[in-house]
């Protein structure tokens, strides 16, 4: 793997406009990939053809008049997101034929392509297979075991920690400036990599303030990760109890990780899918009721809960039952323990709509899970991994975190961070480097060397803008 080579011009057919399909294609356009589309729907058609630079084909992803027409022979890449299973599966095995060397299918199923199924991923020629439930309820899993912060990111092996946070109106670090915050809180470094503020996602500077609401990504090194805890308000919970509303794939399936570890409740609406959890999950209660009336939720012991997820199939009610639980919390808790004492309960919500990802972690959401982004993430850090040694999406925001090294004589090696102007400002900001055998926190004097490893924030619309400046 050579982390200082910029992309070749890359060939992927993508087969499926739906939300994984159109998603990837949007993002690979921009990165300088050469994109096909085969997709059936014309109304999908229409609006890509007026939104991405892909060729964009009309037709059925089995027709293998249509894949001559893509020129599947040519394509370094396939990635197959329909939303049948069996065509994505099969796609692989027609692509194989066409001698595409990489292929891709995203397969909601668990049975197939693990080592021990029926069909492995060898037998059905795929190199990676996408399960997105499977994605978000691990991811969920993940977050819930680290019973702190809304989310930490492990980086640079474990050297470096980046931890979502929200800014409360009591937090010594509201309404002040990020550079007067470093001078103040100089014990240890650390850096605020990104905000999400409203609908919007920022890509911070000195200047920029923290204000009530914020959701903030702060990073340091990992032996100062208690520090920045104790800094931001964040504690750890020594027991943890999880409600769960909706018991479809991703409901499920969470409630089956957690359950030997935590202690867990699941409402779900329907009662014969509430009956049927309730012979199949062992280790978690079951609840049949409406998980977005306030009566349901408090009759179900919302109030003892510490986190607090929401992963039916709508996004309203996903969004706006977190706007509930976490004022029902937060009143109960206030009026319990004070105004200095709120029991810091997590809420967690399943958006499917790519737009409400940011919007849901404003309304009340401490955190907000795509599993079309999740995967199309998975999808791209997949394709990419020639080129950046890891990339990791920073869920509530716009933003992704990327450990790249510095090509000899690219332009982030010709002057200090402070001094990069218009190819830094507002589009990324360089959390750490590796220097010395060691990481460390970047600040403005720092001087990027050449073939130094770097953990860079951009805005996700200026990853190209991070390759150019280290890999040319």
């Excluded at 589309?37 to 630079?53: K, L, M, P, T």
């Excluded at 979502?164 to 002040?176: N, V």
């Excluded at 737009?355 to 849901?360: E, G, H, P, R, S």
């Excluded at 750490?432 to 860079?456: F, K, M, Y």
């Amino acid at each position: 793997m050579n982390g200082n080579k910029p992309a070749k011009l890359t060939n992927i057919l993508i087969l499926g406009l739906g939300g994984v399909g159109y998603y990837l294609a949007k993002r690979l356009v921009h990165e300088g990939y050469a994109i096909t589309v085969i997709e059936q729907d014309s109304g999908s058609i229409r609006h890509a053809d007026g939104n991405i630079d892909a060729r964009l084909i009309q037709g059925n992803a089995m027709s293998i008049e249509c894949w001559r027409e893509a020129g599947a022979e040519k394509m370094d890449y396939l990635i197959s997101v329909t939303n049948n299973d069996a065509v994505n599966m099969m796609s692989c095995l027609i692509g194989d034929r066409f001698g595409i060397p990489l292929k891709i299918a995203r397969v909601r199923s668990r049975e197939f392509g693990n080592e021990n199924s029926i069909l492995n991923a060898k037998d059905l020629k795929v190199d990676l297979i996408i399960h997105p439930e499977e994605l978000v309820a691990q991811e969920i899993f993940r977050l819930i075991k680290l019973r702190a912060g809304n989310d930490i990111i492990a980086v640079a092996k474990g050297q470096i920690q980046a931890m979502a946070t929200r800014i409360h109106e009591e937090s010594p670090l509201a309404y002040r400036k990020l550079k007067d915050i470093s001078k103040e809180y100089n014990e240890f470094p650390f850096r605020v990599v990104a905000i999400a503020r409203g609908i919007a996602t920022l890509i911070p500077g000195g200047e920029d303030e923290l204000l009530p609401q914020d959701q903030a990504f702060f990073m340091a090194s990992n032996e100062n990760l208690t520090r920045l805890m104790g800094l931001t308000g964040v504690s750890q919970q020594k027991r943890h109890r999880v409600m769960i509303i909706g018991g479809g794939l991703v409901g499920s399936r969470l409630a089956e990780l957690l359950g030997k570890t935590v202690k867990v409740r699941l409402i779900e609406k329907d009662e014969t899918i509430a009956q049927e959890l309730s012979f199949a999950l062992k280790n978690a209660e079951v609840l049949y009721g409406d998980g977005s009336d306030s009566d349901v939720l408090i009759s179900a012991g919302l109030l003892e809960m510490d986190t607090f997820i929401t992963a039916t199939g709508e996004n309203e009610t996903n969004i706006m039952s977190c706007v509930l639980a976490k004022h029902l919390m937060t009143s109960q808790s206030r009026h319990k323990h004070g105004k200095q004492h709120i029991k810091q309960s997590k809420c967690i919500a399943l958006v499917n709509k790519e737009d409400y990802v940011v919007l849901a972690t404003t309304m009340g959401s401490d955190l907000a899970l795509n599993k079309k982004i999740l995967a199309g993430n998975k999808i791209l850090k997949f394709i990419r991994r020639g080129e950046l040694l890891s990339v990791a999406h920073l869920h509530g925001f716009d933003a992704e975190m990327v450990e790249i090294v510095a090509a000899p004589n690219s332009p982030i090696t010709r002057k200090p961070l402070s001094k990069l102007g218009s190819y830094y400002n507002g589009k990324m900001m360089i959390g750490s480097i590796h220097r010395d055998g060691v990481w460390q926190v970047a600040i403005g004097d720092t001087h990027i060397q050449n073939n130094e490893r770097a953990i860079v924030v951009c805005m996700s619309q200026h990853l190209r803008d991070v390759q150019k400046l280290f890999l040319t």
